[in-house]
């Protein structure tokens, strides 16, 4: 969907990104089309979640139905963040700003560890490492747990960050203090890294 089509769908959310909330009637003025054909095109992306309904009060008359995107709906269009963030990143290493760098994956790994703290307080490390699965499985690393020997081992098969990490390896040294400050424990050891060209970012971690 708006990829490069044209279809009566593709138009109204393109017509709800650019004018904000509309109403049936103003979208079936600025197309053209009839308002039934509006309806039967909103109740479907109502449905599939790409717009919502909101409901405006006026001092006269009867409240007007309007419709705005959703988060999903906002999605659909090109976001640049990932290039945004990586263009400031080498800004900062042309710069000589390396420690910079460092710094900032540094704070973004103690703010995340702080953030979970209430849900990983007086918890098990088994219990630890469960909710750090589905934090890494929300995030989209696709990871899997396996023990062997005495050892955990972690394998993300998937790495959001792969394109900015291949360049800034702070990233993947920030992941790793992450991992092993969230367990609470001293020995976690990067076996092998998506950046680095692995098949995929494995984790032996060591229960203290």
Excluded at 92 to 112: A, H, P, V, W
Excluded at 114 to 133: D, G, M, P, R, V
Aim: net charge neutral; proline share 2%.
């Amino acid at each position: 969907m708006l990829v490069g089509a044209k279809s009566t769908k593709d138009l109204i959310l393109r017509l709800i990104k650019t004018s904000g909330r509309l109403s049936i009637i103003e979208m079936a003025s600025e197309l053209g089309i009839t308002e039934m054909a509006v309806r039967r095109h909103i109740q479907i992306l109502e449905k599939d979640a790409y717009i919502e309904s909101v409901i405006l009060r006026q001092t006269k008359g009867r409240p007007s139905k309007l419709y705005q995107l959703t988060k999903k709906g906002e999605d659909l269009f090109p976001k640049k963040y990932k290039q945004l963030s990586v263009e400031l990143l080498k800004e900062l290493k042309s710069m000589g700003q390396e420690s910079l760098i460092t710094e900032l994956f540094t704070r973004r790994k103690n703010r995340l560890v702080q953030q979970y703290e209430i849900q990983t307080s007086e918890k098990t490390f088994a219990e630890k490492l469960e909710i750090l699965t589905e934090i890494q499985s929300i995030e989209g690393f696709m990871p899997e747990i396996r023990k062997e020997e005495g050892q955990i081992h972690l394998k993300e098969y998937n790495c959001p960050y792969i394109e900015t990490a291949a360049e800034f390896k702070q990233i993947c040294k920030s992941e790793k203090e992450f991992i092993k400050d969230f367990l609470d424990t001293n020995e976690v050891e990067i076996k092998s890294c998506m950046a680095a060209g692995d098949g995929c970012c494995h984790y032996i971690i060591t229960q203290d």
